[in-house]
């Protein structure tokens, strides 16, 4: 079983930056490929970006690219998603998210954690 706890959301303006932070706890996520996801006030929840356990490989939605980094630390049991050049669109409660399958394979995510919101104003 592995837990999962994002944190660093917050309120910034519009071109700020802001850093989410998960840890994992429970069992290690080090052979996890991890995602953020968001979910943003009446819509669907969307992919962000992922990460292979390695963190070799990475992979992001076309409206974050080049805004926002993933990257992992397995000694740490933490993955991180640094966001940059915020937009007012980037409100959403982001999550972090262990997958069951290996790279690249996100269709199944095993576990979640709750959540942590991030604001935007512009």
């Known amino acids: 079983q592995v837990q999962l706890a994002e944190s660093g959301g917050g309120l910034v303006q519009a071109g700020g930056s802001l850093r989410l932070s998960c840890a994992g706890s429970g069992r290690t996520v080090r052979g996890y490929t991890m995602g953020w996801f968001r979910q943003a006030p009446g819509k669907e929840r969307e992919f962000v970006a992922a990460i292979s356990w390695s963190g070799r490989n990475t992979l992001y939605a076309d409206s974050v690219k080049g805004r926002f980094t993933i990257s992992r630390d397995n000694a740490k049991n933490m993955v991180s998603l640094q966001m940059i050049s915020l937009k007012p669109e980037d409100t959403a409660v982001y999550y972090c998210?262990?997958?069951?399958?290996?790279?690249?394979?996100?269709?199944?995510?095993?576990?979640w954690g709750k959540g942590t919101l991030v604001t935007v104003s512009s």
């Open positions: 998210a262990a997958a069951s399958n290996p790279w690249p394979d996100l269709s199944v995510m095993s576990y």
